[in-house]
């Protein structure tokens, strides 16, 4: 079992920007490719970032892409996401997400997640 833990949503003017954190603790975090995940009102859960199990790779979505970065600190059981120059339309409650890698596995398919935080609201207003 793994538990996650986001932190550092809130309500941010456009233009600004936020650091979201996602603390895992219980088995070994390196085992875990890590996303995160947005959901906005209304809207279905869309992958945004992902990265391998030691930062190797990484994944932006199209819409972050320049804006946003995603990163982890493995010796901290950490992962985060930099979110820069963030516009209205990036409101919404980002979820930290975790992923054992196995065959046939994607990161862009939430069905293959493992672990799921409960989820940090960020809203930006214009």
């Known amino acids: 079992q793994v538990q996650l833990v986001e932190s550092g949503g809130g309500l941010v003017q456009a233009g600004g920007s936020l650091r979201l954190s996602c603390a895992a603790s219980?088995?070994?975090?390196?085992?875990?490719?890590m996303a995160w995940v947005r959901q906005a009102p209304g809207k279905e859960r869309v992958v945004v970032a992902a990265?391998?199990?030691?930062?190797?790779?990484?994944y932006d979505a199209d819409s972050v892409k320049g804006r946003f970065t995603i990163s982890r600190d493995n010796d901290k059981n950490t992962q985060y996401l930099q979110m820069n120059s963030l516009k209205p339309e990036d409101t919404a409650t980002y979820y930290c997400?975790?992923?054992?890698?196995?065959?046939?596995?994607?990161?862009?398919?939430?069905?293959?997640?493992?672990?799921w935080g409960q989820g940090t609201q960020v809203t930006v207003s214009s």
């Open positions: 997400a975790a992923q054992m890698s196995k065959p046939g596995r994607t990161w862009f398919r939430l069905g293959d997640y493992d672990y």
């Open positions: 219980g088995r070994t975090f390196t085992a875990y490719n």
């Open positions: 990265i391998s199990r030691f930062g190797v790779t990484t």
